[in-house]
Protein backbone atom coordinates (compact mmCIF):
# COMPACT_ATOMS: atom_id res chain seq x y z
CA UNK A 1 0.00 0.00 0.00
CA UNK A 2 2.78 2.39 -0.39
CA UNK A 3 2.85 5.14 -1.85
CA UNK A 4 -1.12 4.85 -2.73
CA UNK A 5 -1.39 8.13 -0.59
CA UNK A 6 0.94 10.76 0.87
CA UNK A 7 1.10 8.92 4.49
CA UNK A 8 2.55 11.82 5.95
CA UNK A 9 -0.45 13.86 5.08
CA UNK A 10 -2.75 11.24 6.19
CA UNK A 11 -1.22 10.92 9.84
CA UNK A 12 -1.22 15.14 10.08
CA UNK A 13 -5.10 14.89 9.19
CA UNK A 14 -5.83 12.33 10.88
CA UNK A 15 -4.18 13.59 14.43
CA UNK A 16 -6.07 16.67 13.53
CA UNK A 17 -9.55 15.15 13.27
CA UNK A 18 -8.83 12.80 16.61
CA UNK A 19 -7.37 15.91 18.69
CA UNK A 20 -10.40 18.25 17.32
CA UNK A 21 -13.31 15.50 18.00
CA UNK A 22 -12.54 15.99 21.91
CA UNK A 23 -12.03 19.53 21.33
CA UNK A 24 -15.65 20.04 20.30
CA UNK A 25 -16.96 17.99 23.74
CA UNK A 26 -17.06 20.83 25.83
CA UNK A 27 -19.02 23.06 23.54
CA UNK A 28 -21.86 20.30 22.75
CA UNK A 29 -21.89 20.01 26.80
CA UNK A 30 -22.28 23.37 27.30
CA UNK A 31 -25.19 23.08 24.48
CA UNK A 32 -26.51 20.07 25.91
CA UNK A 33 -25.35 19.28 29.31
CA UNK A 34 -26.73 15.27 29.43
CA UNK A 35 -23.94 14.77 27.22
CA UNK A 36 -21.44 15.92 30.32
CA UNK A 37 -23.06 12.50 32.19
CA UNK A 38 -20.35 10.57 30.32
CA UNK A 39 -17.35 12.30 32.15
CA UNK A 40 -14.66 11.27 31.29
CA UNK A 41 -16.25 8.16 29.39
CA UNK A 42 -17.18 10.79 26.69
CA UNK A 43 -13.40 11.78 25.90
CA UNK A 44 -12.43 7.73 25.39
CA UNK A 45 -15.46 7.34 23.13
CA UNK A 46 -14.88 10.51 20.79
CA UNK A 47 -11.46 9.18 20.66
CA UNK A 48 -12.37 5.74 19.41
CA UNK A 49 -14.89 7.11 17.40
CA UNK A 50 -12.62 9.82 15.89
CA UNK A 51 -9.92 6.87 15.38
CA UNK A 52 -12.23 4.94 13.69
CA UNK A 53 -14.23 7.07 11.10
CA UNK A 54 -11.93 9.55 10.42
CA UNK A 55 -8.95 6.78 9.45
CA UNK A 56 -11.35 5.72 6.89
CA UNK A 57 -12.99 9.00 5.39
CA UNK A 58 -8.75 10.48 5.33
CA UNK A 59 -8.03 7.33 3.50
CA UNK A 60 -10.38 7.42 0.92
CA UNK A 61 -10.50 11.25 0.48
CA UNK A 62 -6.47 11.25 -0.11
CA UNK A 63 -6.77 8.70 -2.63
CA UNK A 64 -9.65 9.41 -4.36
CA UNK A 65 -8.71 13.02 -4.47
CA UNK A 66 -5.92 11.95 -6.47
CA UNK A 67 -8.05 10.02 -9.32
CA UNK A 68 -10.02 12.90 -9.98
CA UNK A 69 -7.46 15.60 -10.43
CA UNK A 70 -7.76 17.33 -7.14
CA UNK A 71 -4.47 18.88 -5.88
CA UNK A 72 -3.34 20.11 -1.99
CA UNK A 73 -0.31 22.15 -3.06
CA UNK A 74 0.26 22.89 1.51
CA UNK A 75 -0.08 19.72 2.32
CA UNK A 76 1.50 17.76 -0.42
CA UNK A 77 3.49 20.52 -2.05
CA UNK A 78 7.04 21.85 -2.61
CA UNK A 79 6.48 25.93 -1.62
CA UNK A 80 4.07 25.07 1.50
CA UNK A 81 4.75 28.35 3.10
CA UNK A 82 4.56 30.32 -0.35
CA UNK A 83 1.21 28.56 -1.13
CA UNK A 84 -0.32 29.36 2.55
CA UNK A 85 0.37 33.00 2.14
CA UNK A 86 -0.91 33.23 -0.82
CA UNK A 87 -4.67 31.65 0.67
CA UNK A 88 -4.94 32.81 3.74
CA UNK A 89 -6.01 36.27 3.52
CA UNK A 90 -9.00 35.32 0.59
CA UNK A 91 -9.86 32.65 2.45
CA UNK A 92 -10.26 34.36 5.70
CA UNK A 93 -11.97 37.17 3.63
CA UNK A 94 -14.23 34.12 2.18
CA UNK A 95 -14.51 32.71 5.48
CA UNK A 96 -16.07 36.76 6.96
CA UNK A 97 -18.54 37.62 3.93
CA UNK A 98 -19.99 34.04 4.31
CA UNK A 99 -20.47 34.35 8.01
CA UNK A 100 -22.48 37.96 7.32
CA UNK A 101 -24.21 36.55 5.14
CA UNK A 102 -25.67 33.80 7.21
CA UNK A 103 -26.35 35.88 9.54
CA UNK A 104 -28.39 38.34 7.03
CA UNK A 105 -30.09 35.22 5.56
CA UNK A 106 -30.95 34.06 8.70
CA UNK A 107 -33.37 37.04 9.49
CA UNK A 108 -35.12 35.69 7.04
CA UNK A 109 -35.65 32.81 9.46
CA UNK A 110 -36.24 34.79 12.43
CA UNK A 111 -39.48 33.87 14.73
CA UNK A 112 -40.15 30.73 12.59
CA UNK A 113 -37.15 29.31 14.56
CA UNK A 114 -34.14 29.52 16.58
CA UNK A 115 -31.97 31.91 15.45
CA UNK A 116 -28.20 31.91 15.90
CA UNK A 117 -27.35 33.84 18.35
CA UNK A 118 -30.30 32.84 20.77
CA UNK A 119 -29.17 28.82 20.89
CA UNK A 120 -25.12 29.60 21.89
CA UNK A 121 -26.30 32.47 24.38
CA UNK A 122 -24.87 31.19 27.38
CA UNK A 123 -21.94 29.08 25.83
CA UNK A 124 -18.71 30.08 27.48
CA UNK A 125 -16.51 31.52 24.27
CA UNK A 126 -13.66 29.29 25.22
CA UNK A 127 -16.03 26.11 24.09
CA UNK A 128 -17.04 27.61 20.95
CA UNK A 129 -13.46 28.69 20.38
CA UNK A 130 -12.47 25.46 20.75
CA UNK A 131 -15.49 24.08 18.93
CA UNK A 132 -14.33 26.06 15.79
CA UNK A 133 -11.01 24.03 15.12
CA UNK A 134 -13.40 20.72 14.93
CA UNK A 135 -15.36 22.95 12.19
CA UNK A 136 -12.54 23.94 10.36
CA UNK A 137 -10.57 20.66 10.52
CA UNK A 138 -12.67 17.21 11.11
CA UNK A 139 -15.78 19.06 8.84
CA UNK A 140 -13.64 19.49 6.30
CA UNK A 141 -12.00 15.97 5.87
CA UNK A 142 -15.31 14.46 5.79
CA UNK A 143 -17.54 16.85 3.77
CA UNK A 144 -15.25 18.54 1.27
CA UNK A 145 -11.96 15.87 1.41
CA UNK A 146 -14.11 12.72 1.49
CA UNK A 147 -17.74 13.54 0.05
CA UNK A 148 -17.34 16.24 -2.32
CA UNK A 149 -14.67 13.63 -3.52
CA UNK A 150 -16.37 10.58 -3.51
CA UNK A 151 -18.98 11.76 -5.56
CA UNK A 152 -17.31 13.41 -8.20
CA UNK A 153 -15.15 9.98 -8.64
CA UNK A 154 -19.11 8.25 -8.57
CA UNK A 155 -19.65 10.99 -10.89
CA UNK A 156 -16.81 10.52 -13.17
CA UNK A 157 -17.65 6.51 -13.24
CA UNK A 158 -21.26 6.67 -14.35
CA UNK A 159 -20.34 8.75 -16.99
CA UNK A 160 -16.82 7.16 -17.52
CA UNK A 161 -14.99 10.28 -17.64
CA UNK A 162 -11.27 10.21 -17.81
CA UNK A 163 -9.63 10.38 -15.02
CA UNK A 164 -8.28 13.97 -13.48
CA UNK A 165 -10.38 15.49 -16.21
CA UNK A 166 -13.65 16.55 -14.15
CA UNK A 167 -16.48 18.19 -16.04
CA UNK A 168 -17.65 21.60 -13.61
CA UNK A 169 -20.82 20.48 -13.38
CA UNK A 170 -19.82 17.26 -11.82
CA UNK A 171 -17.75 19.10 -9.45
CA UNK A 172 -20.78 21.52 -8.63
CA UNK A 173 -23.10 18.83 -8.16
CA UNK A 174 -20.57 17.25 -5.92
CA UNK A 175 -20.06 20.40 -3.73
CA UNK A 176 -24.13 21.50 -3.57
CA UNK A 177 -25.10 17.91 -2.57
CA UNK A 178 -22.69 17.46 0.02
CA UNK A 179 -23.25 21.37 1.23
CA UNK A 180 -26.93 19.98 1.72
CA UNK A 181 -25.63 16.77 3.97
CA UNK A 182 -23.75 19.44 5.85
CA UNK A 183 -27.03 21.19 6.75
CA UNK A 184 -28.67 18.08 7.37
CA UNK A 185 -25.83 16.71 9.83
CA UNK A 186 -26.45 19.66 11.73
CA UNK A 187 -30.08 18.40 12.92
CA UNK A 188 -29.09 16.48 15.68
CA UNK A 189 -27.42 19.30 18.09
CA UNK A 190 -30.46 21.80 16.82
CA UNK A 191 -33.10 19.06 18.01
CA UNK A 192 -31.92 19.69 21.59
CA UNK A 193 -32.44 23.52 21.24
CA UNK A 194 -35.84 23.58 19.49
CA UNK A 195 -38.47 21.32 17.74
CA UNK A 196 -37.18 19.54 14.10
CA UNK A 197 -40.21 21.05 11.71
CA UNK A 198 -40.03 21.73 8.17
CA UNK A 199 -38.86 25.29 8.30
CA UNK A 200 -35.96 23.96 10.96
CA UNK A 201 -34.75 21.53 8.35
CA UNK A 202 -34.81 24.28 5.29
CA UNK A 203 -32.77 26.35 7.83
CA UNK A 204 -29.74 24.43 8.40
CA UNK A 205 -29.83 23.29 4.94
CA UNK A 206 -29.74 26.56 3.64
CA UNK A 207 -27.63 28.22 6.41
CA UNK A 208 -24.78 25.75 6.43
CA UNK A 209 -25.30 25.05 2.77
CA UNK A 210 -23.80 28.82 2.20
CA UNK A 211 -20.61 28.06 3.74
CA UNK A 212 -20.78 24.74 2.33
CA UNK A 213 -20.57 25.99 -1.23
CA UNK A 214 -18.08 28.56 -0.02
CA UNK A 215 -16.18 25.81 1.16
CA UNK A 216 -16.18 23.68 -1.72
CA UNK A 217 -15.34 25.76 -4.31
CA UNK A 218 -12.18 26.92 -1.87
CA UNK A 219 -11.47 22.61 -1.67
CA UNK A 220 -11.98 22.79 -5.30
CA UNK A 221 -10.03 25.68 -6.87
CA UNK A 222 -7.59 26.59 -3.41
CA UNK A 223 -6.72 23.50 -1.97
CA UNK A 224 -8.19 21.80 1.63
CA UNK A 225 -6.17 24.14 3.42
CA UNK A 226 -8.05 27.01 2.24
CA UNK A 227 -11.54 25.48 2.76
CA UNK A 228 -10.55 24.59 6.22
CA UNK A 229 -9.20 28.61 7.05
CA UNK A 230 -12.70 29.70 5.99
CA UNK A 231 -14.27 27.10 7.87
CA UNK A 232 -12.72 28.52 10.76
CA UNK A 233 -13.09 31.66 9.76
CA UNK A 234 -17.19 31.45 9.52
CA UNK A 235 -16.80 29.32 13.23
CA UNK A 236 -15.66 32.12 14.93
CA UNK A 237 -17.74 34.72 13.13
CA UNK A 238 -21.03 32.76 13.72
CA UNK A 239 -20.07 30.98 17.31
CA UNK A 240 -17.73 33.22 19.30
CA UNK A 241 -17.87 36.51 17.82
CA UNK A 242 -22.17 36.92 17.45
CA UNK A 243 -23.04 35.47 20.83
CA UNK A 244 -20.69 38.09 22.44
CA UNK A 245 -22.01 40.80 20.48
CA UNK A 246 -25.42 39.48 21.44
CA UNK A 247 -24.60 39.33 24.65
CA UNK A 248 -23.19 42.41 25.29
CA UNK A 249 -26.83 44.23 23.22
Same mark, same amino acid.
Request: with cysteine; charged share 10%; glycine share 10%.
Given at each position: ?7 KTFFILLGACVVTSMLVLPYQ??? =? ?18 ? #????? +? ?15 ? #? ?23 SGVLIILTDFAFQGLSISLSQ?? &?? =????? &? ?8 ? &? ?38 ? &?? +? ?11 ALTDITFTVIVRAIVLNGIGG +? ?14 ? =? ?14 ? =?????
Amino acid at each position: MRGIINWKTFFILLGACVVTSMLVLPYQAAL =VPAVSEMGGMLYLAAFAQGL #IIFSI +VTFFGLLLARKVGFEMP #ILEGDNRWGHFRSIVTPSVLWGIMSGVLIILTDFAFQGLSISLSQGE &AY =VPVWT &ALLASFYGGI &AEEVLMRLFAVTLIVWLIAKVKKTKAGSQAAWSVWAAIIL &AS +VLFGLGHLPITSALTDITFTVIVRAIVLNGIGG +VVFGWLYWKKGLVSAM =VAHFTVDIVLHVILPV =VARWL
